[in-house]
């Protein structure tokens, strides 16, 4: 036996892999092992599948390999066998198995040898009787099978000559070629091709009950010569046994989907599990029989699940969608069968099973099998990513890794795993499909109207009004902000919460703007739509638009189906012009807040109507923001919103409008055509949501800051970020007194924390987790409010879904549970698809740190450390090679959302976790830090932090865990933040699903 180096030559032969197994025996390092299997498996690969055949120095190389790899089986202990398992799989099925079918052999080649000797000299058959001898010499492989079964082909044929698989047959005669059909040494021949193909399993029919009865006859053969009271005495033999012996009952009059071969094989592989663990005597033979009869499973009940799932479950209807969950619940079981998929895959299939056992009485638990389904697409991705790695660094050696890798792409393709992949591609397009029936039901109930006024498309809310508006009252006619607001009312009305409000406002439907385009009525309608909702708004709040006194002022903002903060436009204190806001200052107790009001507006209006860069416009004026512009006194900020009105007229020609239904008509389309920018249009494609579906509008009183006290601000029922560890409280707010909430969403302002609010509104937060209680118990998911205060009273801006990192959404999702706001299947529902997350976060090396200075310091959001170019510009993208770290002041534009891929991480200049960059940094899962002191400097693309000089293009290194920033180059380690708390949520979470299953598991 070879030892030392020569015990890990490269292999060319059967021979060296026989050396290399019994070398790996001795071998106490796993990774090491897993490494000399994967090379192992790619030869095998490469050799039968590019070239054809599997040679050896003799033909018992091949039997010899069967009996190392059954030596290298019995010294294995079940070492990380759910990883491991996959390349002992592998191996099996890609070497011939004589031994255990009890193939001799010396006797087939002595078939060979006598096939040989008696034609030797024949002038007809001479040849192709040489050319197999020699080719059983060494291969005994697929080659032999072929040229056989080709020569068999041609005997049964008219041809006298032929080329059969390189030998030449000249003139047989029909005479000859009976006399050869008869001959008893051919039929020895066709026995050496029949052991051969049994030797190779590569028997491929499923329907026929015949090849099912070989399939139970072999694995009957198994059972008794290995059915040794060691393998009895395991719980898993037992329960093999009871599931084997229901299967073999039902094949007579079933098919394949009634005999579930998945699960069978699923029972197959926990008792194979236990065999790997154990020390039984025949240990070897026992897992290479049993691996075996699965592969030959695999293979005959293959075809028949390729015809299901590419022929009548490829589209799926509401008829054959129970048919297409059982047949993924059996697939899930064959790739885990396989190797292929971790233990929650298989827990996956239980719980659906036991789900589809439920729907006579619970039809409404059918909602929980799309993110069951998509939770096991996940898993068969992280598959694929781990026999990736496992491959990766063999692949990377090689010079043909071309070729090797896609032998890799084969090792799922050609098993039940790509068969579930497939099944699992055609229920998300049902899926989907599902998805739509909302908003189609909707667009024929408008297209079967006769006649369609805009009033159809306007609905009406705010505290005091509460209009069941029956079919249309959903997110995707009304928009996910005009619905959570009409449900806002609700809450606040029954439950008698008298110190909330939500602000008097009307909301155009997001089918409004694709009507008004297509000519379904005039525009002047809008106008006059928008006439009738301000006489409205002054009936309902008692101000007057256009008053100089008590001017009622409102905002309209956009609200589509799906939230996409930040992206599409608002426009807030509609209703001021010079005149009014003269005077309506006097009646102010803090005039200058008439000016801040006005301000607001105008910066607002430019951006959103006017498509200006406000921070140009702002700088025209001597100032880079709006807060230090509000810090100012009366006569200072009063020149300043004059100079702003003039900068934007000349700007534009005189387009800021002094009347204010002009405001509002030009600001309400400006809302609806900021639902065609780039961005938008790329997330709604995404979602697949239908074009007609395009942005509300909600026109809606607005509140202006009249004093220090009134409070702006965004209240999170629950932390976005980590869920609740790390931090006092499950909540999280962020507000500022004496400002309006742009100036925290668009980070222009540091807001202050929880624990101020706390400190300064106490009551109101009392008031907050009252209404926190009502609305996660009836939306059922975490929220993000902005709110008001103004006196004694909260209101309700605007709220919607609140978006998380994926170890919040557990988090979160697990508290509902332990509140009673969950049930155990909305659970799992809401976790599947993270449960089975590897959860690693990018960190700085600490040894490096201690000497490396720190540029500038701000507030970390969403964690991680990141090196790339810091840009300011988004123009300039294409410049730079490489990651890329946006740099704002404010928002982040909508050209850096689109090409995200470019842009590992965000700096913002102002803001917390409630900020633009924050929530878009969430919403990628990319390290964020906000609240950074920097400028620019001088020239263009000088960039100041403190005491720095940096320009646009240059690296610096960003630590979102700490908030720091360092222009050295400091390693970044990945690692897992699974930390004991975490770790802990997630194991109570398993418990519930095992809980769910076992029944179902045990049965």
Request: proline letters at 3%; glycine letters at 6%.
């Amino acid at each position: 036996m070879f030892t030392g180096k020569e015990c890990y030559r490269d292999l060319k032969l059967a021979d060296d892999v026989s050396e290399l197994l019994k070398c790996l025996v001795h071998n106490d390092d796993i990774n090491f092992i897993k490494k000399k299997l994967v090379e192992i498996i790619l030869f095998l690969r490469y050799e039968t599948k590019t070239r054809g055949s599997l040679k050896g120095e003799r033909t018992e190389s091949l039997g010899e390999l069967e009996k190392d790899v059954i030596l290298f089986l019995n010294s294995y202990q079940g070492q990380q066998f759910e990883n491991f398992y996959t390349l002992i799989y592998e191996l099996i099925v890609q070497i011939p198995k004589f031994k255990i079918y009890g193939i001799d052999i010396t006797e087939l080649r002595d078939i060979a040898h006598d096939f040989d000797a008696e034609f030797r000299y024949d002038d007809i058959f001479g040849s192709i009787a040489s050319d197999i001898r020699k080719l059983t010499h060494q291969h005994l492989s697929e080659k032999v099978i072929h040229k056989i079964e080709k020569f068999e082909e041609f005997l049964h044929s008219d041809k006298p000559s032929a080329i059969i698989e390189g030998s030449t047959v000249v003139n047989a005669t029909r005479d000859a070629k009976d006399e050869m059909l008869s001959s008893q040494v051919f039929m020895d021949l066709i026995f050496l091709k029949n052991k051969l193909k049994t030797a190779w399993s590569d028997e491929g029919e499923s329907k026929n009950h015949q090849k099912r009865n070989e399939f139970f006859e072999i694995m009957e053969t198994f059972l008794k010569r290995y059915g040794t009271a060691e393998l009895e005495k395991l719980n898993s033999f037992v329960e093999f046994m009871g599931y084997f012996d229901r299967a073999r009952g039902k094949i007579a009059d079933s098919d394949w989907l009634e005999i579930k071969p998945g699960r069978l094989r699923y029972y197959l592989k926990k008792l194979i599990h236990d065999i790997s663990f154990s020390n039984m005597q025949s240990k070897g033979e026992i897992l290479f029989s049993f691996i075996t009869a699965d592969s030959l499973l695999e293979q005959v009940s293959f075809i028949y699940y390729s015809n299901l799932v590419n022929g009548r479950l490829k589209y799926i209807t509401d008829d054959t969608y129970i048919e297409a969950m059982r047949v993924v619940i059996d697939l899930a079981f064959s790739t885990r069968a396989v190797g292929h998929g971790t233990k929650i895959l298989g827990r996956f299939a239980f719980l659906i099973k036991r789900i589809m056992r439920q729907l006579d009485v619970r039809p409404d638990r059918i909602a929980h099998f799309p993110s069951i389904v998509e939770a096991m697409n996940s898993e068969l991705e992280n598959n694929f990513i781990n026999l990736k790695e496992l491959y990766a660094s063999v692949l990377l050696e090689k010079n043909n890794s071309p070729a090797l890798t896609s032998i890799l792409n084969n090792t799922i393709r050609e098993k039940s795993t790509h068969l579930l992949a497939n099944m699992i591609n055609s229920v998300k397009s049902f899926e989907h499909r599902k998805f739509l029936e909302p908003y189609d039901r909707i667009l024929d109930i408008i297209n079967n109207r006769r006649e369609l006024p805009l009033r159809s498309f306007v609905f009406e809310y705010g505290t005091g009004r509460d209009i069941d508006y029956g079919e249309f009252e959903n997110p995707e006619f009304m928009g996910g902000k005009g619905y959570s607001q009409i449900r806002n009312t609700r809450i606040i009305t029954d439950h008698v919460l008298e110190n909330f409000a939500v602000p008097p406002g009307f909301g155009f439907s997001t089918l409004t703007w694709s009507h008004v385009k297509s000519g379904a009525f005039p525009v002047d309608d809008l106008r006059d739509e928008l006439s009738y909702i301000i006489s409205s708004l002054e009936e309902r709040t008692g101000k007057k638009f256009r008053s100089e006194t008590d001017p009622l002022l409102v905002m309209a903002r956009s609200g589509a189906v799906a939230s996409m903060p930040g992206i599409m436009d608002t426009v807030s204190h509609i209703g001021l012009n010079r005149e009014i806001v003269e005077k309506w200052s006097i009646t102010l107790l803090e005039p200058e807040r008439a000016y801040q009001a006005y301000i607001t507006f105008m910066l607002s209006y430019a951006k959103s109507v006017l498509s200006l860069n406000t921070r140009s416009v702002l700088r025209e004026t001597g100032f880079d923001s709006v807060v230090s512009v509000f810090r100012e006194g009366l006569y200072i900020i009063k020149q300043i919103a004059e100079a702003i009105e003039n900068t934007i007229n000349e700007m534009t020609g005189g387009a800021l409008p002094v009347d204010p239904f002009e405001q509002l008509y030009n600001s309400t389309v400006a809302v609806f055509k900021s639902f065609e920018n780039e961005v938008v249009q790329k997330q709604m494609k995404n979602m697949g949501i239908p074009s007609e579906f395009q942005t509300g509008c909600l026109i809606q009183q607005c509140l202006p800051v009249l004093g220090a006290m009134d409070c702006s601000g965004v209240f999170f029922t629950r932390n976005p970020g980590t869920g609740k560890i790390g931090s006092e409280y499950e909540e999280q707010i962020e507000f500022s007194d004496g400002f309006f909430g742009d100036v925290i969403a668009d980070g222009t302002i540091s807001p202050n924390t929880i624990e101020d609010f706390i400190r300064l509104h106490s009551e109101h937060y009392e008031n907050f987790r009252k209404f926190k209680y009502y609305d996660e118990r009836i939306q059922r998911f975490p929220t993000d409010i902005e709110f008001a205060i103004r006196g004694d009273k909260t209101y309700i801006v605007q709220s919607r879904v609140l978006k998380q990192s994926p170890i919040a959404q557990i988090i979160n999702s697990y508290d509902f549970y332990k509140e009673n706001i969950y049930t155990k299947y909305k659970l799992i529902k809401r976790t599947a698809f993270g449960l089975n997350k590897n959860i690693t976060g990018t960190y700085l090396d600490r040894k490096a740190l201690s000497e490396a200075p720190v540029l500038a310091q701000g507030k970390p959001v969403n964690g991680g450390a990141v090196r790339g170019r810091i840009i300011t510009d988004h123009k300039n993208i294409g410049r730079y090679e490489g990651p890329l770290i946006f740099l704002t002041e404010s928002n982040v534009p909508t050209k850096v959302i689109v090409d995200e891929k470019r842009f590992y991480g965000y700096i913002s200049k102002e803001g917390g976790v409630t900020s633009h960059a924050a929530l878009v940094a969430i919403g990628e899962g990319k390290p964020c830090v906000t609240d950074i002191n920097w400028e620019h400097g001088a020239r263009d693309g000088d960039i100041i932090f403190g005491n720095s000089l940096l320009h646009e293009g240059d690296y610096i290194t960003l630590d979102a865990n700490t908030g720091n920033l360092y222009i050295r180059d400091i390693p970044i380690m990945e690692v897992s933040v699974v930390d004991s708390d975490y770790k802990e949520i997630k194991d109570e979470i398993f418990s519930v699903i095992e809980e769910l299953v076992a029944p179902v598991e045990s049965e």
